[in-house]
């Protein structure tokens, strides 16, 4: 069904200049360049579909067509903008300073908001609204990784927000997180049955207003000193719930400043070789406070020796976690991840900071694939571990 729109979808107006500046060169799409860490950049065209319509330079050409009122069919378009993970490496090696990756979040707003999501993205949304989890788990199940674990009934000097990745598919490193903050000397807090997602998934799949409400539901009746979490993608909806009177850290942010201010010691063995695992959340979180998060200032710190090149994070191509990837394609997905594993062949162990890749990862991975485990459980599984708390 082809639908012309009669006037111009706000959404898309505002990325006018992008829309009519696009020179069509293809760095989005294909660029390789040596030197920068760069072999192609959008994980979508390399591991799902070879067509430049599901590109950086194909939302702007459908963005504009859109806005000029030419007919588009929009379960086609919904197929392929949705089939984004938002990593934003297009955004990254675009020569002029375009938003390709900005566009496609705004193309996925407007087909929700006239009803052409894809099943597997109101599956979602219907997960979220009924169990409050993009992995339509039970909520009830939402604090089972807490177990008999002790937390500060009051007086406590962090908040700790697992995410849902961490809750629900990485228990165990919610719990190491737990138990170095409180090695550290943190007297830390959960709010058990008030915990509850930060309303990311819903963002990344074009459910404004949805996300929103979840996002504000978030600062209900918060009074910690500060909250820590171990989502990426959590980081930013927290930081603007809580606005700038409460601090709001990744869990690899705390722990660096837990090694610096001397709270925690930290060694990891000398003979190891770590693969640290760049994370796109990394990098979004970095546009947005200028600090990407510091996993790779961690491992250093505890004398960890990383085998990979820090060059090639900033044009690295997603593991296929993030967005509706997973979801609407999850051969796709899985062959993004194994992508990603190749490089990880010179390494004893992967360590990601970001949970949700960190499980995706794990779930690609063969019997000959290093072991992939969490920032935390990293600490306590292969580290020896002092501290003052």
């Excluded at 070789?273 to 947005?288: T, Y």
């Excluded at 200032?297 to 090639?312: I, P, Q, T």
């Excluded at 360590?351 to 794990?362: E, I, P, Q, W």
Aim: glycine residues 10%.
């Amino acid at each position: 069904m082809s639908e012309g729109a009669t006037s111009a979808p706000a959404r898309l107006g505002a990325f006018a200049a992008d829309l009519y500046h696009c020179a069509d060169c293809g760095y989005c799409v294909d660029a390789v360049w040596v030197e920068r860490g760069i072999d192609h950049v959008c994980p979508t065209i390399g591991h799902h579909a070879p067509i430049a319509s599901y590109s950086g330079r194909g939302f702007i050409a459908a963005a504009r067509a859109w806005v000029e009122g030419a007919a588009l069919d929009r379960d086609v378009l919904a197929e392929r903008v949705f089939a984004c993970t938002g990593c934003g490496n297009c955004e990254q090696v675009c020569p002029i300073g375009l938003r390709p990756a900005q566009v496609g979040a705004a193309l996925r707003e407007e087909l929700v908001a006239t009803g052409h999501a894809p099943a597997s993205v109101d599956k979602l949304r219907a997960a979220m609204r009924t169990h409050g989890n993009p992995h339509a788990r039970p909520a009830a199940e939402r604090g089972a990784w807490a177990g008999e674990l002790s937390f500060a009934a009051q007086d406590a000097t962090v908040l700790y927000a697992p995410g849902c990745a961490c809750a629900y598919t990485a228990p165990g490193e919610a719990g190491a997180v737990v138990a170095l903050m409180a090695r550290a000397g943190e007297r830390v807090a959960f709010r058990g049955d008030a915990d509850r997602c930060c309303g990311a998934p819903l963002g990344e799949a074009g459910f404004v207003d949805d996300a929103a409400y979840a996002e504000q539901r978030l600062a209900h009746d918060v009074s910690a000193v500060c909250v820590v979490t171990s989502g990426l993608e959590c980081w930013p909806a927290w930081h603007r719930a809580l606005g700038a009177d409460t601090p709001v850290f990744s869990f690899s942010a705390w722990l660096l400043a837990a090694l610096e201010s001397g709270r925690l010691r930290i060694a990891a063995p000398p003979s190891l070789r770590v693969h640290a695992f760049d994370a796109c959340a990394s990098r979004r979180r970095g546009a947005q406070s200028g600090t990407p998060d510091p996993l790779r200032e961690v491992l250093a710190r505890m004398g960890a020796v990383v085998v990979n090149d820090a060059r090639f994070a900033a044009a690295a191509v997603c593991c296929g976690a993030a967005g509706t990837m997973a979801g609407l394609a999850p051969d796709s997905a899985q062959r993004m991840a194994q992508a990603r594993l190749v490089d990880v062949a010179h390494a004893d162990v992967l360590v990601a900071s970001d949970t949700r890749c960190g499980t995706h990862l794990a779930a690609a991975a063969d019997a000959g694939t290093a072991p992939v485990v969490g920032l935390a459980a990293f600490v306590q599984q292969f580290c020896t571990i002092g501290g003052d708390g």
